[in-house]
C-alpha cells in the first residue's frame, strides 16, 4: 500500500448531513479551518433538476447507501447468526429507502427525508421520571436502561429555534411563549417565537382527517415541515411535485443541508469538501487523544486528514462502526442502547379520489392528543404514547403496490383492477412508537460480514418486545376510529412486529450523559475517552421521542457546535 | 414491430413476457404488461442495473421450462392461458410460502415485482409505453408540480396532460434558452 497522503486542517467534519453540515457551518464561521469527508458525492443542485423517477430513486436506491455496498447485519437474539437486513437485502432486492441506511453525499439524510420537522416535548426529557411518576416503576420494561436526559426541552428551546429559522421550517404555533394559538398544537412546549413560515397546502384528502379528528374531540394540526412554503432565505418555495420522501428535492425547496449549511459553510472561505470519502479510522496519538481521520478517496487511496477537532456526524449506526474499528469503547457502552421507530402504518380506500400523489408527504395534518405522556392509562400496557400521522401525498404508483392490502389480489384482472380502482384513493396513518433501550438491544461489529472494502459491518441485535405491540396495538384502535369517523372503505395496517429492525430513525447508540461510566459523550458530544473527538446526531439520544428525530438532531449539533467553539474561545 | 433484446434470448423473453401477462393481463382496448413494454423493461434491466440477476432469471426461467414440460408437455409460454394460470397460481403458493426458498418461489416473486415495475416506470425504461400504465391508474406522472387548486378535493386529475422524464428535460431547456 502507497503511504497515506496526510492532510492538515482545524477540523474534520465525518458525514455532511443533518447535522454534520451544521457542524462545519458553524467551525468554517469560526475560522476554522474544516475539510468534510462525505462518503457519497458532492451534489449541485443541477444534479436534482430531473429527479421525477420513482424507479430510480425509491426502487433502485440512487441516493442512498445502498446494502451492497453498506451492508448492516441483523439478528433478534445473540443467540442468533446475524444476516445481512433481510427486509431490504432479501430475495427481491426491494431496497426502499425507509428501512435502511440514509442517503448519503452532501445533504446526507437530509435530502431523502420527508422532511417532518418536529421538536421534542418537555416529558419526552424526562421519559423514565414521567412513566415512573405516572404508573410506578415496576411499569416499565424489566431490563430497560432508559434515563432522563441530563438537560431539558428549555435548555434546547433556543436551539430547536435555530433550526426552525435557519434552516426553514413551515408550520403553525400552537404555544408562544405559554400563549395558546389557534391553528397550532395545543399541547406544545412552548417555544420562543412562530415559525419562520405559515404550514405547507394541505392536500385534498388531509381535509377528510382533521374533520373527522375534530369530530371525535382530538386536535390537529398541522405538520411541522422543513420544507418552505413560501420562497425563504434565497430558496423557493415547494411546488408539490409529489416525489419527496426519498427524493432530493428539484427546486430546493426541501432544507436539505446541501442546500442551506453547506453553502454557508462553502462561503466562508474555509470549508472544503471531500466527497467518496469513506472515513476507516480515527486516528489517535499515544495520549489517545484524536488527532485525524483515515479514509478511503474515491480513487481507493488511503488518507489522512490531521486536525485537532474530529467530528463524527456519519448517521448513529455509521458513528458507531467507526468508533468500534478505532478501539474507542473502554467503558463497553458504544453501541448499546439502541433504539429505533416501529411505524405502525395503517392504510385506508377512501370514497373519493384524493389525487395521493401531490404534495409533499407532509403537507398534512398530526395528532398529538395521545403523544408520549398524553396517553391515557389502557388496558393494552402501553405506557409512553406516539403522535398519529396523516400521510395524503408523496405516493407514487409502485410504492402503493407495495402497501396493498396483505389479503388483496396478487396477480391477473384482481391485482389491475384493484390498482386502477384505488390507487388514486389511498391515505396513510402512521405513528412512530419509540422502543425502549434493553441490554439485549445493542449493535456491535460483525464477526464474519465486511464491506466491500475490507472493513467489518455494523451488526444489530434487537427485537420488538411486547411493549412495542402493546404501544401500537392501542395507536391502532385509535387510527380505526379515525378510519371509521373517514368514512374509509376499506381499511388495513402493518403488523405490530414489523420486519424491519432498522429505519432512517436508529438512533441512542452513543449515549450522551454526565457519567463517563455509562454514557459515550458527553452532554456536548465530546466522547468522553478521547479528548478532541465528538460524535454528533441521533447517536446522542438517552431516550427517544415518538416524533421525527431530525430537528432534534440538528438542535443538538448547534448546542454542540456552539459549546465546542465557546471552549476553544473561537 | 419487435424491441431489440439486450439479455434475454428470445424464448427466454417469450417465458417473462407470458408470466408478465398473467401478472398484468390486457389486450388494445384495456393494456396491460405486453402493451406496456415490460418485457423491455426487464430486459434492459437485467442488461443494467439488475445483472447481479442475471444468472437467476436465466436458472429459474429454464427450471420453468423444465417443470412445464414435465406438467404439460410443453414450455410456460406456449401453454394456454388457463394452463399457465393453475402454473401461476402454485409459483405464488412457493412465493407466499417461502420467497426465498425455491427457485420457481423466487422467479414468480421477481418477475411480480418487476412487472409493476415496468407498468409503471417512466416510459424512458421501456416499459410503460405510451403511459399506459399511469393512465391505468390515473397517475400524471413526472409533473414539475401541482397547483393548489389543483390539490382541493374532488379535482379530476386525469385531465393533467401525462409528463415525463423526456418531457420534463425538453422543458428545462426551453426555460434555459429563455
Not at chain 1, 206 to 231: K, Q
Not at chain 2, 20 to 40: L, N, S
Not at chain 2, 91 to 106: E, N, Y
Request: glycine share 10%.
Amino acid at each position: 500500500m502507497a503511504d497515506p497522503v496526510i492532510e492538515h486542517a482545524d477540523a474534520v467534519v465525518v458525514g455532511l448531513g443533518a447535522a454534520g453540515a451544521i457542524m462545519a457551518e458553524r467551525l468554517a464561521g469560526a475560522g476554522l479551518r474544516t475539510v468534510g469527508l462525505e462518503k457519497g458525492p458532492d451534489y449541485t443542485q443541477e444534479d436534482f433538476e430531473i429527479k421525477h423517477d420513482e424507479v430510480r430513486y425509491y426502487q433502485r436506491n440512487a441516493i442512498v447507501a445502498a446494502l451492497t455496498k453498506d451492508p448492516v447485519t441483523w439478528r433478534a437474539t445473540s443467540d442468533d447468526r446475524a444476516v445481512v437486513a433481510p427486509w431490504s437485502a432479501g430475495p427481491l432486492g426491494v431496497d426502499e429507502p425507509l428501512y435502511g441506511l440514509p442517503s448519503i453525499g452532501t445533504g446526507g439524510g437530509s435530502i431523502h427525508w420527508g422532511g417532518a420537522a418536529f421538536r421534542f416535548r418537555e416529558a419526552d426529557f424526562r421519559m423514565r421520571s414521567t412513566i415512573v411518576e405516572r404508573f410506578g416503576e415496576e411499569r416499565l420494561p424489566d431490563d430497560t436502561t432508559l434515563v432522563d436526559w441530563p438537560f431539558g426541552y428549555a435548555d434546547l428551546e433556543p436551539y430547536y429555534d435555530m433550526v426552525e429559522w435557519e434552516q426553514g421550517v413551515s408550520g403553525a404555533a400552537g404555544n408562544v411563549g405559554g400563549e395558546l394559538r389557534e391553528g397550532g398544537n395545543p399541547f406544545e412546549a412552548p417555544r420562543a417565537r412562530d415559525y419562520p413560515m405559515p404550514p405547507l397546502h394541505q392536500a385534498a384528502a388531509d381535509h377528510r382527517f382533521v374533520e373527522a379528528c375534530r369530530r371525535l374531540g382530538f386536535h390537529p394540526y398541522p405538520t411541522p415541515s422543513g420544507i418552505n412554503s413560501e420562497p425563504y432565505r434565497g430558496r423557493a418555495g415547494c411546488v408539490y411535485c409529489g416525489f419527496c420522501h426519498g427524493f432530493p428535492c428539484h427546486v430546493g425547496a426541501k432544507s436539505t443541508t446541501q442546500v442551506t449549511s453547506i453553502p454557508a459553510a462553502r462561503a466562508t472561505g474555509n470549508f472544503e469538501v471531500r466527497p467518496f470519502a469513506r472515513a476507516f479510522r480515527v486516528d489517535r496519538d499515544e495520549s489517545g487523544r484524536a488527532i485525524g481521520v483515515s479514509y478511503f478517496a474515491g480513487d481507493g487511496q488511503v488518507r489522512e486528514v490531521r486536525a485537532e477537532i474530529v467530528v463524527l456526524a456519519c448517521y448513529a449506526l455509521e458513528n458507531v462502526r467507526l468508533l468500534l474499528a478505532s478501539g474507542i469503547n473502554e467503558n463497553g457502552q458504544v453501541g448499546r442502547n439502541f433504539m429505533t421507530h416501529s411505524y405502525g402504518w395503517f392504510t385506508s380506500v377512501l370514497p373519493e379520489a384524493t389525487n395521493p400523489f401531490m404534495g409533499p408527504l407532509t403537507a398534512a395534518s398530526v395528532i398529538d392528543d395521545f403523544t408520549s405522556e398524553l396517553i391515557p392509562d389502557n388496558d393494552a400496557g402501553a405506557v409512553w404514547g406516539a403522535p398519529v400521522l396523516s400521510v395524503t401525498g408523496d405516493l407514487q404508483p409502485i410504492e402503493a403496490f407495495h402497501i396493498m392490502p396483505p389479503d388483496g389480489p396478487r396477480w391477473g384482472p384482481g391485482l389491475k383492477e384493484w390498482l386502477r380502482d384505488n390507487y388514486t384513493r389511498l391515505h396513510r396513518m402512521y405513528s412512530q412508537t419509540s422502543s425502549f433501550p434493553s441490554p439485549r438491544h445493542y449493535c456491535d461489529l460483525d464477526p464474519v460480514v465486511n464491506d466491500p472494502f475490507g472493513m467489518p459491518v455494523l451488526r444489530i441485535t434487537h427485537d420488538w418486545d411486547e411493549i412495542d405491540v402493546a404501544t401500537v396495538s392501542y395507536l391502532s384502535r385509535i387510527k380505526h376510529r379515525i378510519a371509521d369517523e373517514m368514512g374509509v372503505l376499506e381499511r388495513w395496517q402493518d403488523s405490530a412486529r414489523p420486519p424491519y429492525h432498522m429505519s432512517t430513525h436508529d438512533v441512542g447508540v452513543h449515549r450522551l450523559g454526565e457519567d463517563p461510566a455509562s454514557s459515550v459523550t458527553d452532554v456536548y458530544g465530546q466522547v468522553h475517552e478521547c479528548a478532541g473527538l465528538y460524535a454528533i446526531g441521533g447517536g446522542q439520544f438517552p431516550s427517544y421521542g415518538a416524533y421525527n428525530p431530525t430537528l432534534t438532531i440538528q438542535a443538538l449539533a448547534y448546542w454542540c457546535a456552539e459549546h465546542l467553539l465557546d471552549e476553544r474561545g473561537a | 414491430m419487435s424491441e431489440a433484446l439486450l439479455f434475454l434470448n428470445r424464448a427466454e423473453a417469450a417465458t417473462v413476457e407470458a408470466l408478465a401477462c398473467r401478472i398484468m393481463p390486457g389486450d388494445e382496448a384495456d393494456p396491460g404488461a405486453r402493451e406496456a413494454g415490460v418485457v423491455t423493461y426487464i430486459d434492459r434491466g437485467l442488461a443494467g442495473f439488475f445483472r447481479d440477476q442475471q444468472g437467476f432469471y436465466r436458472q429459474a426461467l429454464r427450471e420453468l421450462d423444465r417443470h412445464c414440460e414435465e406438467r404439460h408437455g410443453r414450455r410456460f409460454s406456449e401453454l394456454d392461458i388457463g394452463e399457465q394460470d393453475d402454473v401461476v397460481g402454485e409459483l405464488d403458493g412457493l412465493a407466499q410460502a417461502d420467497v426465498g426458498g425455491s427457485l420457481l418461489g423466487r422467479l414468480f416473486a421477481l418477475v411480480r415485482e418487476h412487472t409493476v415495475q415496468g407498468m409503471f416506470c417512466d416510459p424512458a425504461y421501456g416499459g410503460n409505453r405510451d403511459g399506459v400504465g399511469w393512465r391505468l391508474v390515473g397517475f400524471p406522472g413526472a409533473q414539475w408540480g401541482y397547483r393548489v387548486e389543483q390539490m382541493r378535493p374532488g379535482f379530476d386529475a386525469t385531465a393533467i396532460p401525462l409528463s415525463t422524464l423526456a418531457d420534463l428535460r425538453e422543458r428545462a431547456e426551453r426555460d434555459a434558452d429563455g
